[in-house]
């Protein structure tokens, strides 16, 4: 496993990749691969397997719970710490002050957007396709926080090449923000090639996110490296994570 480098002492950032040692094998091979989503009709038992080789890797960090939340594409945010929830959050966004607790959200071609405070003391991560970007995923987590964020780091996503989107979507962006930076016409009429990273990067700078790293991989291209829900409906998920050292 990898970590972000570069972060205030004590905290940890990284994101899963479709190999790893511990990958158990699946009869279906669009899931082959480190998964780590119950929801895309994988074997729940190898799933759950995966997740538990994941906790194992972050416990020499004092790592002692995970917290996965159903994702919807909202922009709803929720502050978890010591609770313990029977039935999983609904939402895109977690944020925590707990040290020892990881929180996780789980991609296949959307945006995660990790978050802290300089003193290491709060974090959050967040979960942003399109929708979750125009709605406001980003500003509600920042306003769920109980501290400024100054640093925050974009996990892989669909790059602007491979990302090809309606007049509509570009609409919904641009009547919010001055973003036509962040688009490409297309080919036909209509369409444009949206650029996720420049959107997060500028949304994040207008909220006084000033340190801003990551946002140089494409997971539709990168085959080896990562799951991509436009590559192939039927894939499996990876999982970025954040969590502050016990």
Known sequence: ????????????VGQTHVQHPESLSSERAELSGFNLALHVQDDPV???QHRMALLKEF?????????????????ICHT???????????????VTQQKGHAILMMTADCLPVVLGN?????????????????GGII?????????????????????QPCFEIGAEV????????????????????GKYYADLYAIAR??????????????????????????????????GRMATFVFMQE
């Open 118 to 134: 300089a003193d290491g003391t709060e974090v959050a991560n967040l979960h942003a396709g399109w929708r979750g970007l125009a």
């Open 170 to 189: 570009k609409q919904a962006f641009c009547e919010k923000y001055p973003l036509e930076f962040a688009f490409k016409a297309g080919e036909q009429a």
């Open 59 to 75: 416990a020499p960090h004092g790592v002692n719970k995970l917290t996965w939340m159903t994702q919807t594409h909202s922009t």
């Open 46 to 48: 190898r799933v759950q």
């Open 202 to 235: 500028y949304i994040l700078e207008q909220h006084g996110v000033a340190l801003v790293s990551g946002g140089d991989q494409c997971t539709y291209t990168q085959t080896d490296d990562y799951f991509s829900y436009r590559r192939n409906a039927k894939t």
């Open 139 to 159: 500003e509600n987590t920042i306003a769920t926080m109980q501290t400024q964020p100054t640093w925050a780091w974009l996990g892989a996503c669909i790059s």
């Open 1 to 12: 496993m990898q970590f972000v480098q570069g972060l205030p002492q004590g905290v940890y």
């Open 80 to 94: 978890v710490n010591q609770q313990v929830y029977f039935e999983p959050l609904v939402g895109d966004g977690l």
